[in-house]
C-alpha cells in the first residue's frame, strides 16, 4: 500500500500475513502432506478483525466441525465487539472516545497485562499508546503542502500523549492520564483472537489444527504428522519465501516496516516508535516463533524498532526471532 487509507486497514491486511497457510501452490510439494495419507479435515474461512481468516481441522468432515466452527464465528463477533478500532461499539472505541471505561471486559485487561509485560520486556519499543501518532501521521500525509516530515516542535505535543506508564488499569476501570490519549491493539490483538479461538477448538476436542486469524498458530503435528509447513514471505507482494518452517504447537508472527506506509513515496513505514515517531532504524522484516500468538505478535512489533546487536540480546534471552 503506497498511499494513506481512505477505509479501516487491520495490520494482517495492511503488512501481509507474513506466512503461507494451508496453500498448497505457496509451497513445494515436497513440503505438503501427501493427499494418500492426509487425514480427512475441515476448513473454515471468514473474516476477524476486518482481514480474511481460514482455520484446518484435520480429523474432522464439515459436517463434524459445523458446531465448533459455529461457535468460532460466534466468539470471533464477540472479541471484535471488545477490540474493534472501527466499530463505534466496541470496548476499546469507548475507551478512546471517553478517555475511560468502567467494568471492562476480562479480556481487554488481560491483553493490556500481557501489553504491558512486552512493553517492560522490549524497553519500551512495544506501546499501545501510539495510536495518537498514527492518527496525527495519517493526516500529515493527506495534506499535499505537507511533503516534508513534521519539526520537533508540531511532534512534540502528540509524543505527550504516548506512554503505557499513562495507563492505569484493574477490574473496576481503565483510564488514560492525558486526554486525547488513544489504544490500539492491533498489535496484539490478533495475535490474541487467535491463541483464544485455538483454545475454543481445543475445547471441543480438535488437537491438530492450523489458524490463521492474523497470526498463524499451528497445533498438532499436521496433516502428515510431521508438523505444520509453514512459508514466511520474501516481501509485501509475490510467493518467494524467506524461510520455510514446521511448527507444532507454536505460532508465528510476522511484521514488516514497510507493509503499510503513511506517505505515496512508500518511505514512511507505519511501526512507530513510542519515543519518535517515524524512525529510519529498524529492521525490515521479522518474524517471531512463540507458543502464544498474542505474545509473538506483539514482539515481533517491537523487534522491526530494534537494531542488530537489540536483536541479537533479545535470542540470547531465549527469544525465536527470524530477520
Do not use: C
Not at 135 to 160: C, D
Not at 227 to 235: E, M, T
Amino acid at each position: 500500500m503506497s498511499q494513506v487509507f481512505a477505509k479501516p486497514v487491520t495490520r494482517r491486511r495492511a503488512l501481509f500475513i507474513g506466512a503461507v497457510l494451508v496453500a498448497s501452490a505457496a509451497l513445494p510439494s515436497a513440503l505438503l502432506a501427501p493427499r494418500a495419507f492426509a487425514a480427512k479435515s475441515a476448513r473454515w474461512s471468514g473474516q476477524a478483525l476486518g482481514a480474511h481468516a481460514e482455520i484446518e481441522l484435520v480429523g474432522a468432515s464439515e459436517a463434524e466441525a459445523r458446531p465448533a466452527l459455529a461457535a468460532v464465528e460466534a466468539e470471533i463477533a464477540r472479541l471484535e465487539g471488545i477490540f474493534s478500532l472501527y466499530r463505534q461499539d466496541s470496548a476499546l472505541s469507548s475507551l478512546n472516545r471517553d478517555g475511560a471505561l468502567a467494568d471492562p471486559p476480562p479480556e481487554l485487561l488481560e491483553v493490556l497485562a500481557l501489553s504491558r509485560a512486552v512493553h517492560h520486556q522490549t524497553g519500551g519499543l512495544f506501546d499501545p499508546t501510539v495510536q495518537p501518532l498514527f492518527a496525527f501521521y495519517a493526516t500529515w500525509f493527506t495534506k499535499s503542502h505537507r511533503a516534508r516530515l513534521p519539526e520537533v516542535h508540531e511532534l512534540a505535543p502528540v509524543l505527550a500523549r504516548v506512554g503505557m506508564d499513562k495507563v492505569t488499569f484493574d477490574d473496576a476501570r481503565i483510564a488514560f492520564a492525558e486526554p486525547d490519549m488513544a489504544l490500539t491493539l492491533n498489535g496484539i490483538a490478533q495475535g490474541y483472537i487467535t491463541d483464544r479461538i485455538a483454545a475454543l477448538l481445543k475445547s471441543y476436542g480438535y488437537s491438530n489444527m492450523l489458524l490463521d486469524i492474523g497470526e498463524i498458530q499451528a497445533v498438532g503435528r499436521g496433516r502428515n504428522g510431521a508438523g505444520w509447513q509453514i512459508g514466511i514471505r520474501k516481501g509485501i507482494s509475490g510467493s518467494e519465501l524467506a524461510e520455510r518452517l514446521t511448527l507444532s504447537d507454536q505460532a508465528v508472527a510476522t511484521s514488516m516496516m514497510l507493509g503499510t506506509t503513511f506517505d505515496r513515496q512508500g518511505h514512511a513505514g507505519h511501526i512507530l516508535h513510542p519515543l519518535k515517531g517515524l524512525t529510519r532504524d529498524y529492521t525490515p522484516r521479522t518474524s517471531v516463533i512463540h507458543p502464544s500468538a498474542a505474545f509473538a505478535d506483539a514482539m515481533s512489533t517491537a523487534v522491526v524498532l530494534m537494531g542488530e546487536s537489540e536483536i541479537e540480546r533479545m535470542r540470547t534471552s531465549g527469544l525465536d526471532i527470524r530477520t
